[in-house]
Each structure stands twice: as C-alpha cells, then as structure tokens.
C-alpha cells in the first residue's frame, strides 16, 4: 500500500497523540507540530505510510527526549488484557472452532491503538468475539494451509493486544505447530517490544524474536538476521495490524503464505482491502 494525500494528516494525529501521551503542554504541542511540518512535505510520496509515520515520529521523540512516551500505558493495557486471558481461554474452550474463535480474540485486540484511535473502545471489541464475524474472513484457505504447515510466524503489533495474540498462539501450539512471535527491536508508538513480551509471559510459551528496529511496519531492509530468518522459514505468516499490512500487501517477498488479521481503522485502508471502515479482516495477502 502505497501513501496518498490522505496519509499526512495521520501523521500529524498520531504525533499529537504522542505529544498528548508524553504530558507535554498544549501550547508546546502546537510549537512541535510546527516544527515537523516541514519533514512532512519532505517524505516520499511512493513509500509506505507506516515509514512515513516513523519518521515524523521518531523527529518528536528527539524533540521531547522521550524515548518511550507510551511506556507507562503499554504497562497498563498489558495488564487489563492479562485480567481478560482467562475469559479468552475460556471463549475458545466453550467454541465449535477453537482455531476460529481465537483469530476472532486477536482481530479484538488490534482495536488497542493509541496513535491513530486514542479513543478506541475496548469493551465494544470484547462483545464482537462472540457477537461478530470476519467481514472478510479467508479461514478456510488459512485453516487448509496450516493443516499442511509445520512452522508459523506471528508479527504482532500492539502492546495489550499481545495478550489476545497469546491466545492464538496456545492454539496453534496445540494443534502441533511451531510458533514465532516478533515484536519491535525498538519502542514506537504502543507496538510491542521484547519487554511487553516478557512482561505478559509470551517468551515463556514460544519463542520470540524482535525485527532489530523500531520502525513501523515490516521493512526487510533493515530487519535482524533472526527476523529474516524466521519469516523465510515460516509455512505461514499471520500478520496484525495496519502498519504491518500496509508494508506487505502486494509484496511478493510475503507472497501467498501471508495472511492479515487486523481492523480497517483507516478508510484508506478500508478501500484497498474493499472492506468498510472499522471492519474486521482476515485476509491472505494476493502478490
């Protein structure tokens, strides 16, 4: 997915929301975005917005010298989603497709982000496990690979919604298969990082790997070795996220083996996976 004009007022939402996050005063908010309009005008318009996203951010980070300003509630929502496990588990344990229900508990948790929907509704996405479906729902093809797959790559997205993530990965563990988890070598936004990971216990039940950089999205180019080398391993690719789909949509280096779990927080989202905005997808990636 490539960036079009509507991109760059994200960028300036989510840098407020950063801003907001870090306690900084609304009068220096004001000074700051003003001092980053001019590396917006300046970002490439063939690239990929969740890049673009990066660099303004990473632009305020330095501004504010803050490295992490979504710490404290990456600690937080961590700890509300490890509340909620039991109830996970016990949602897919009571399920005629546990594999199902735990994909419909991961796509609830993507509603956790608190740069482009600061205001999301967390209990809202709690009721649609059981009271809705996939608005593009491609399980049978996922289901149909996995039942011919050994290895399978999770790239996670958002802290707090590791914990849903948590669910899915017992499943696939319990269905035989071999599970690797990445998070971001880096903190960006409320994406989780390796401390998340040890925090809520998922390095106790697979292993896991981080991208060895902070950016948003996937981007090869500057991913670690161990990153490389589980996702060209991997039979299957579930990838969450918007920022994640974004960066491997079309591309062929993620080829058919990748599927996208994720909300349409985005209309322009929306309108490249030919879903309505706020939809919830299971999609496999058409390189």
């Not at 990473?58 to 509340?83: C, E, R, T």
């Not at 039979?235 to 909300?263: C, M, Y």
Request: glycine share 8%.
């Amino acid at each position: 997915m490539r960036v079009e004009a509507d991109c760059i007022p994200c960028y300036l939402k989510q840098g407020i929301s950063t801003l907001r996050i870090a306690g900084i005063p609304d009068k220096e908010i004001s000074k700051t975005i003003n001092n980053v309009l001019g590396i917006i005008s300046e970002l490439s318009l063939d690239g990929v917005p969740g890049y673009n996203s990066t660099i303004v951010l990473k632009k305020i980070y330095d501004m504010i010298g803050i490295v992490d300003p979504y710490k404290k509630a990456k600690i937080q929502w961590n700890d509300y989603a490890l509340g909620q496990y039991g109830l996970f588990c016990k949602l897919v344990e009571e399920s005629d497709d546990r594999l199902h229900k735990a994909f419909k508990i991961a796509v609830a948790g993507n509603i956790i982000d608190m740069g482009i929907t600061p205001d999301f509704d967390v209990a809202l996405a709690m009721n649609e496990i059981t009271d809705r479906e996939f608005d593009l729902d491609d399980y049978n093809e996922l289901k149909s690979m996995l039942e011919e797959s050994k290895n399978v790559m999770i790239i996670g997205d958002n802290s707090g919604e590791i914990v849903f993530d948590m669910v899915l990965v017992e499943e696939l563990k319990r269905l035989g298969l071999n599970v690797i988890y990445s998070v971001k070598g880096g903190p960006m936004l409320n994406d989780s990082t390796m401390e998340d990971a040890i925090q809520v216990g998922l390095t106790s039940i697979c292993e896991v790997v981080d991208t060895g950089n902070d950016l948003l999205g996937v981007v090869f180019e500057k991913s670690s070795p161990k990153f490389m080398e589980a996702f060209q391993k991997a039979d299957v690719i579930i990838s969450k996220g918007q920022a994640n789909f974004e960066s491997l949509e079309g591309d062929k280096r993620a080829g058919d083996k990748t599927f996208f779990v994720l909300r349409a927080k985005c209309p322009l989202v929306a309108k490249c996976l030919g879903v309505n905005f706020g939809d919830i997808v299971l999609k496999r990636n058409r390189s």
